[in-house]
Structure formats: structure tokens, C-alpha cells
């Protein structure tokens, strides 16, 4: 046998080194560079409740929390949500039927008293469960027909459009019966609302209270040291020892009420997600404000992120969307044109993303480095901002997703901040009420 010629074999060797180099590669690049340790425990009560957390420009935590002040009646129990369950006060199938068969006449009808078939069947409740048996496509039709005066008697699924949202005492959906509805994250009436500044290791330096209505649900801190808020309809501007420096009402800017589902800021502007919906098929419209919070402005409509969470960053004059409900990051100029997107879903591969509705959260680390939380798996990872894996970083405990209950929308939401070097990781845990902390190894 003829020896293979020399460049022949210097080119196998090439190939074979390349192919040995890239296995080394992916090697490392799937092998984890922080562990869980000790979480941060915030003492709030029975009823305390973590809400989000951000980070402020000394590399402490800015704590939203809520909770039940000593001797306040228990917040009653809320039902879960999702497809209704035969048994536990469920609405029987027949009577569901019922109520979608006039519904759909009425939708048919046009009329008033068509209308009315469905008032003198239906409570808020039945219904409610009625409604969620159908999938988005079905219910939309069923709920751009109803008149004003219906919805505001019978009381509208989670959903989106003008007025799906009434409010009652403690922001909970009511009816104009007074019945109170189940609506999920949200505290029952009496809650008390603040911001806590927490070290890095776990101490609790300051409280801001909330006032006249808002919520901590969102946070985000400038490296300037201003702290902007939202919930509750409103958004604010603090400066770093928690001065309230300006607050705008945003239900009236945006026209109706709505989550304040993610937020940012960069040196000129404010960007502020606006959530309709407590399913995977919520969307979300972003705006842009000044600074000061003047000249608000929509830019971005119709992203979908689940339960009216999703994820705002810039980096450079690019704005990052975390559009979970579809397992990628959309980019945006600041003015609303996209510019590119990446991200798939993969049960398998790592690079990918898994499970109901991923990347739920993400932060930049140092470098430009994007690290992106998965909720249901508790996978932490990091990108550059285009999109390109760089590796895994670790796991916090989590558990599967509880199908069809408040469990299950609650735990699609777990914010992730990175410290200056990146080592260390937060990420909020609302069903265990604790903030957990990835280290990195030696």
C-alpha cells in the first residue's frame, strides 16, 4: 500500500485537530461555572411576598416586597387559573356549553337583547371558567363583540382590549355586582407595599415605603443612582436614598389598565413594558420616556411574553426584548424598528431555550455579557448581545411547572442580576419567597 501523500496527511491532521479542538470547546462550554449557596431570606410574614428584584450602582439588591400588616384579615383564597378541572366548585360542562352557546348567538345577533340570554345565565365566575375552555382565536371574537355595559357586568377573562381589566379594592378584578374575581399576582386588600436595599450578603440597609398606589412590580437601577418603579398603574422616578423625585400615572397614558411588565433605562431614556393577560398568549407594548418621565411614546406593540412578564435591556442604541412566549430576544432601534432577533426553542440542546416560556429574565454581566434566567429549569446562561453562546453558568432550585395553576404562571417570572464581576448571581424565587445566589467556583 502506497503511503498517503504528505500533504494529504497534514491536511487529515488539520481537520482532525479542528474537530478535537471544537469537542474541547463545547466541553467547556457545557460545564457550569457557579453553585447555589446560601439564599437571601427577607423576613415579611406569613403573607410577605418578594415581587421583583434589580440592583443599584453599589451592587446592592432593590427589593420589591409587599406585605400583610399584624392583625389584618387573611387575604382570601384565590382560585387557580386555567382550563377549569371537573370537581372543586369547577363550573359544570353543561352549563359551560350553555353559556359559549349564547355567546356565540349574541356575537351573531348584534343585539342587546341577545346580550341579555347571557347576563341572565352567566356569573362572573361560570362565566369566566366558561371563556377558558376556549383557546385565544375562539375567545378574542367573543370578547371584541361584547358591548361595555355586558363587560363590565359579567366581568372579562384575563385577556386584552379596552376596559379587560376592572379593578377593585387591592387591584383585584371586580364585577359591577361587587364580586371579586380571581387575578393572579396581585395582593389582597390591606397589602402593604416597599422597596428594601439588601447587601450583597443579605442585611437589610433601608425601606422605601409606596405610595398613593404604587407597587414595587418592576425596579431598575441606573448606574447614575436613580431608581425607577412601576406597578399599580404608576411609575416613578427616585434618586438614590429614595427621595421621590416625580411619579406619572401610567393607566391614563396608556388608556387602560395593565401590568407593568419589564423596565429599563439607559442615559436618555425609559423604556416600560405595558401587560395584558395571564397566559402564555399575553402581549405586551413597550414605551420610550424621557428621563424626567415626559413625552411618553410607543414604539413596540404585540410582544409576547407570558403572564405579562417579559424582559427589557438596552445594550449600545439597541433595545433587547426577552419574548418568552416564543423563546428568542428580539432587537429593536429606539424607535421601534426591528433589527434582528435570535433565540429557539430546543428541549436538548443547551444553547437553546426550554420549557413553557424562555428566556423569562435576563441582565448584562461585565463585558457586555447577557446572562438569561429559564424558568422551570432554573438554567442560568450567558450570550454575547447578538446571540452567540457562551456557556453555561449554573442551576437554581426549581420546581416543574403545576399546569394550569396560579403556581404556574407566578413561577414564569424569576429576575436574575449579575454583579460587577459576575461573581455572584441573583435570581428571585417567588414560590420559595427567597432570593437565590449562584457563586462562582474556584
Request: glycine fraction near 10%; proline fraction near 7%; charge should be positive.
Given at each position: 500500500?502506497?503511503?498517503?501523500?504528505?500533504?494529504?496527511?497534514?491536511?487529515?491532521?488539520?481537520?482532525?485537530c479542528?474537530?478535537?479542538?471544537?469537542?474541547?470547546?463545547?466541553?467547556?462550554?457545557?460545564?457550569?461555572?457557579?453553585?447555589?449557596?446560601?439564599p437571601?431570606?427577607?423576613?415579611?410574614g406569613?403573607?410577605?411576598?418578594l415581587?421583583?428584584?434589580a440592583?443599584?450602582?453599589?451592587?446592592?439588591?432593590?427589593?420589591?416586597?409587599?406585605?400583610?400588616?399584624?392583625?389584618a384579615?387573611?387575604?382570601?383564597?384565590?382560585?387557580?387559573?386555567?382550563?377549569?378541572?371537573?370537581?372543586?366548585?369547577?363550573?359544570?360542562?353543561s352549563?359551560?356549553?350553555?353559556?359559549?352557546?349564547?355567546?356565540?348567538?349574541?356575537?351573531?345577533?348584534?343585539?342587546?337583547e341577545?346580550?341579555?340570554?347571557?347576563?341572565?345565565?352567566?356569573?362572573p365566575?361560570?362565566?369566566?371558567d366558561?371563556?377558558?375552555?376556549?383557546?385565544?382565536?375562539?375567545?378574542?371574537?367573543i370578547?371584541?363583540?361584547m358591548?361595555?355595559e355586558?363587560?363590565?357586568?359579567?366581568?372579562?377573562?384575563?385577556?386584552?382590549?379596552?376596559?379587560?381589566?376592572p379593578?377593585?379594592?387591592?387591584?383585584?378584578?371586580?364585577?359591577?355586582?361587587?364580586?371579586?374575581?380571581?387575578?393572579l399576582s396581585?395582593?389582597?386588600?390591606?397589602h402593604?407595599?416597599?422597596l428594601?436595599?439588601?447587601s450583597?450578603?443579605g442585611k437589610?440597609?433601608?425601606?422605601?415605603?409606596?405610595?398613593?398606589?404604587?407597587?414595587?412590580?418592576m425596579?431598575?437601577?441606573?448606574?447614575?443612582?436613580?431608581?425607577?418603579?412601576?406597578g399599580g398603574?404608576?411609575?416613578?422616578?427616585?434618586?438614590s436614598?429614595?427621595k421621590?423625585?416625580?411619579?406619572?400615572?401610567?393607566?391614563a397614558?396608556y388608556?387602560?389598565?395593565?401590568?407593568?411588565?419589564g423596565l429599563?433605562a439607559d442615559?436618555?431614556?425609559?423604556f416600560?413594558?405595558?401587560?395584558m393577560?395571564?397566559?402564555?398568549?399575553a402581549?405586551?407594548d413597550i414605551?420610550r420616556?424621557?428621563?424626567?418621565?415626559t413625552?411618553?411614546?410607543?414604539?413596540v406593540?404585540?410582544?409576547?411574553?407570558?403572564?405579562?412578564h417579559?424582559?427589557?435591556?438596552?445594550?449600545g442604541?439597541?433595545?433587547?426584548?426577552?419574548e418568552?412566549s416564543?423563546?428568542?430576544?428580539?432587537?429593536?432601534?429606539?424607535?421601534?424598528?426591528?433589527l434582528?432577533?435570535?433565540?429557539?426553542?430546543?428541549r436538548?440542546?443547551?444553547e437553546?431555550?426550554?420549557?413553557?416560556?424562555?428566556?423569562?429574565?435576563f441582565?448584562?454581566?461585565?463585558?457586555?455579557?447577557l446572562?438569561?434566567?429559564?424558568?422551570?429549569?432554573?438554567?442560568?446562561?450567558?450570550?454575547?448581545?447578538?446571540?452567540?453562546?457562551?456557556?453555561l453558568?449554573?442551576?437554581?432550585d426549581?420546581?416543574?411547572?403545576?399546569?394550569g395553576?396560579?403556581?404556574?404562571?407566578?413561577?414564569?417570572?424569576?429576575?436574575?442580576?449579575?454583579?460587577?464581576?459576575?461573581?455572584?448571581i441573583?435570581?428571585?424565587d417567588i414560590?420559595?419567597?427567597?432570593?437565590?445566589?449562584?457563586?462562582k467556583?474556584k
Amino acid at each position: 500500500m502506497k503511503p498517503f501523500p504528505r500533504k494529504l496527511s497534514a491536511l487529515l491532521a488539520a481537520l482532525w485537530c479542528a474537530h478535537a479542538g471544537h469537542a474541547a470547546t463545547k466541553a467547556a462550554l457545557d460545564q457550569p461555572t457557579h453553585k447555589e449557596i446560601e439564599p437571601i431570606r427577607i423576613p415579611l410574614g406569613e403573607e410577605g411576598q418578594l415581587k421583583t428584584i434589580a440592583m443599584d450602582r453599589r451592587g446592592n439588591l432593590l427589593v420589591g416586597v409587599s406585605w400583610l400588616p399584624e392583625g389584618a384579615p387573611p387575604t382570601p383564597k384565590r382560585e387557580p387559573l386555567g382550563r377549569p378541572e371537573p370537581g372543586a366548585g369547577a363550573t359544570p360542562a353543561s352549563e359551560r356549553e350553555r353559556i359559549l352557546q349564547l355567546a356565540r348567538e349574541a356575537v351573531a345577533e348584534g343585539t342587546p337583547e341577545a346580550w341579555d340570554k347571557v347576563l341572565k345565565v352567566a356569573t362572573p365566575q361560570t362565566f369566566r371558567d366558561a371563556m377558558l375552555t376556549l383557546d385565544q382565536s375562539e375567545r378574542r371574537p367573543i370578547m371584541e363583540a361584547m358591548p361595555p355595559e355586558v363587560r363590565q357586568k359579567i366581568g372579562p377573562p384575563p385577556g386584552r382590549g379596552p376596559g379587560a381589566r376592572p379593578q377593585g379594592p387591592g387591584g383585584q378584578m371586580s364585577d359591577a355586582r361587587g364580586g371579586i374575581l380571581p387575578q393572579l399576582s396581585v395582593d389582597g386588600v390591606g397589602h402593604h407595599y416597599a422597596l428594601k436595599v439588601v447587601s450583597p450578603r443579605g442585611k437589610v440597609l433601608a425601606t422605601w415605603p409606596m405610595l398613593d398606589g404604587l407597587q414595587p412590580k418592576m425596579i431598575f437601577g441606573h448606574p447614575d443612582g436613580t431608581v425607577y418603579v412601576a406597578g399599580g398603574g404608576r411609575l416613578a422616578r427616585f434618586d438614590s436614598r429614595g427621595k421621590l423625585l416625580h411619579m406619572v400615572d401610567t393607566d391614563a397614558i396608556y388608556g387602560q389598565k395593565a401590568a407593568a411588565s419589564g423596565l429599563c433605562a439607559d442615559d436618555k431614556h425609559v423604556f416600560i413594558a405595558f401587560g395584558m393577560g395571564n397566559s402564555v398568549r399575553a402581549t405586551e407594548d413597550i414605551y420610550r420616556f424621557k428621563r424626567d418621565l415626559t413625552e411618553p411614546k410607543k414604539i413596540v406593540e404585540r410582544q409576547y411574553g407570558c403572564c405579562s412578564h417579559i424582559d427589557l435591556r438596552v445594550s449600545g442604541r439597541e433595545l433587547l426584548i426577552a419574548e418568552n412566549s416564543r423563546h428568542r430576544v428580539n432587537r429593536f432601534d429606539f424607535d421601534g424598528k426591528q433589527l434582528g432577533t435570535w433565540g429557539r426553542r430546543d428541549r436538548e440542546a443547551l444553547e437553546a431555550f426550554t420549557a413553557c416560556c424562555n428566556p423569562c429574565n435576563f441582565d448584562f454581566g461585565p463585558k457586555g455579557v447577557l446572562y438569561t434566567a429559564e424558568s422551570g429549569v432554573g438554567r442560568v446562561k450567558k450570550y454575547s448581545a447578538d446571540g452567540q453562546f457562551l456557556g453555561l453558568v449554573g442551576y437554581v432550585d426549581t420546581t416543574e411547572f403545576d399546569n394550569g395553576s396560579q403556581l404556574a404562571a407566578i413561577s414564569c417570572y424569576i429576575p436574575i442580576e449579575v454583579n460587577k464581576d459576575a461573581s455572584r448571581i441573583y435570581v428571585m424565587d417567588i414560590r420559595a419567597h427567597i432570593i437565590r445566589v449562584l457563586a462562582k467556583g474556584k
